[in-house]
């Protein structure tokens, strides 16, 4: 299997969080040699006709449907915000405008980041370091990759047959893009959702902006945890890739574990308002401790590196996300059990406030409801480990000697790489190396 077997599995097809950034080489097979790249691998010798322009008509349409995702959940947060101060509710407003300033403005770090971190040349294009830098103060610098990405799809889906350099950087860039969609989610997706459940309990009503935020919120913070894995998958080519089935069944119980989770903290929140703050950041800095105890290396400098950490520790507050080396089995049953609990308490806390329940509501059904997609979620998760796996489907693959096959990568994308082979120990590249720092 060869590095264009693992552009036929995951190619540029990233779902709702799978866009691009700036410059996949345009114009597209032009026989300029690309950074690192050979002359005889850069122009179109290296056509790969085994990449059939309906997957490529595919990518584009996610890439695109992920952009539109992006748009639509900032819209219906922004028309929620400007619906609670034409209400009178301020402190409803700045809560929601504070947690998109916050998330907007590490999202920017993390996107600079990268640029200022990967070689020159590898994103050629029009646009200079000081317009980029611009574009990232105006908070702008991730909807740029985006829509640079439907450019670089569109000129892809053009051509007969793409070099196959253009469609590893394609592939390249959506990683990226991948990532930093995960990380917005969970920076401002998860944030307003636990915002926007405060206040329709409080408010015992839920209006319909409000059942956009909701919408939007779970759906996309469930299909990120499901894009980031396929990414993972996606560049290393020992590894099989999610089939229809299995991501269905992925998505579907990543969605049931986050719901039971979320519902515990808002609910938490309607009892004690203040108290989910002095909550969060004890957890959160446990946390903070124990990604630092395992020795991360993903940014490409230490400040920026303790931002990923807190970052990840931040995730780690509402779901498993893992970032070191070796079996994952004992780190995620440990991390499980522990949220499991810390929710178990926060709804116990807000049920012994709550009882006897008066009227004809429907919070007496919010907790049994709350474990009943636990249960869901847990059975689903357990049947896809069990026969859905791809590692199930493609045994052979998986039982191999576990030195992983050799990477033609000249711009591997190292970022990602590195979390694929902390997840998949057992399919690590034989080359390492890569452009987004030193390996």
């Known amino acids: 299997m060869e590095w264009k077997g693992r552009h036929r599995r995951g190619g540029v097809s990233q779902g709702i969080g799978g866009d691009g950034m700036e410059g996949a080489g345009t114009p597209f097979s032009d026989g300029v040699p690309r950074a690192g790249v050979a002359p005889e691998e850069a122009g179109g010798s290296g056509a790969m006709p085994g990449y059939p322009r309906v997957c490529r008509l595919r990518d584009l349409l996610l890439t695109a449907l992920g952009t539109g995702a992006f748009v639509l959940d900032l819209g219906a947060d922004l028309w929620a915000a400007g619906q609670y101060a034409l209400q009178g509710h301020l402190l409803w407003t700045a809560l929601q405008l504070a947690s998109l300033g916050l998330a907007s403005a590490v999202l920017q770090l993390f996107s600079w980041a990268w640029y200022r971190g990967d070689p020159a040349g590898l994103h050629p294009g029009p646009s200079s370091g000081r317009w980029l830098a611009f ?202 059990s522990f949220l499991l609990m810390d929710s178990a308490l926060l709804g116990g806390t807000w049920l012994a406030h709550n009882v006897p329940f008066l009227g004809s509501s429907l919070l007496p ?50 970022r990602i790489a590195k979390l694929a082979q902390s997840f998949f120990p057992r399919a690590v590249p034989a080359k390492r190396r890569g452009v987004n720092g030193a390996v």
């Not at 569109?154 to 990532?179: G, H, K, T």
């Not at 893992?322 to 004992?330: C, I, L, Q």
């Not at 796996?389 to 998986?398: F, K, Y």
Request: with cysteine; glycine share 6%.
């Open 365 to 414: 059904w919010l907790l049994p409801g709350a474990a009943l997609c636990f249960l869901l979620g847990l059975g689903l998760r357990g049947a896809y480990y069990q026969w859905l796996h791809p590692s199930r489907q493609m045994a052979a693959l998986d039982e191999g000697d576990g030195r992983g096959l050799t990477l033609q990568d000249w711009h591997q994308n190292r």
């Open 135 to 336: 574009l990232h103060f105006l908070h702008l610098g991730y909807l740029h990759r985006c829509v640079r990405a439907l450019k670089v799809g569109f000129s892809l889906w053009r051509q007969d047959e793409p070099a196959e350099v253009d469609l590893d950087y394609a592939n390249f860039i959506s990683m990226d893009i991948s990532m930093l969609r995960l990380f917005e989610t969970f920076l401002e997706a998860t944030p307003q959702l636990i915002l926007v459940l405060h206040i329709t309990l409080c408010m015992g009503r839920v209006e319909y902006y409000q059942w956009l935020g909701i919408g939007t919120s779970f759906l996309c913070t469930a299909w990120a945890l499901l894009d980031y894995h396929r990414a993972l998958r996606s560049c290393l080519p020992t590894k099989p890739p999610l089939g229809y089935l299995s991501s269905a069944v992925y998505f579907l119980w990543n969605l049931l574990l986050l719901c039971p989770r979320i519902l515990a903290l808002a609910l938490f929140t309607t009892v004690f308002p203040w108290y989910i703050a002095v909550h969060f950041l004890t957890l959160w800095l446990v946390l903070l401790l124990w990604v630092w105890l395992q020795n991360t290396d993903f940014m490409p400098g230490p400040t920026s590196e303790w931002l990923f950490r807190g970052t990840v520790a931040l995730i780690l507050y509402f779901s498993w996300f893992n970032v070191s080396e070796g079996r994952t089995r004992n780190r995620s049953i440990i991390h499980f």
